[in-house]
């Protein structure tokens, strides 16, 4: 696995886990109202995205690991 990748992929996981955490605090933690602001579903918003960020970077990790690099030596003699 390419550092490239490995750097993408950890970069997605964390966001994903920050946005899980942001979410739960939004959602179960906070009291407090704004007027025309839900945010419990902002709250619940963060965590899917958190969730589908962490999916998506698990399965481009998974991808990732598949692939195969050809090099090809060549010998210019002739």
Do not use: W
């Amino acid at each position: 696995m390419s550092p490239c990748t490995l750097a993408a992929m950890s970069t997605t996981t964390g966001a994903g886990i920050a946005l899980l955490v942001v979410g739960a605090v939004l959602s179960f933690a906070v009291k407090d109202s704004i007027s025309g602001v839900n945010l419990a579903l902002i709250g619940y918003i963060c965590m899917g995205a958190g969730a589908l960020a962490i999916v998506l970077g698990l399965v481009t990790n998974a991808q990732a690991s598949k692939r195969t690099n050809v090099v090809e030596h060549r010998d210019d003699r002739a």
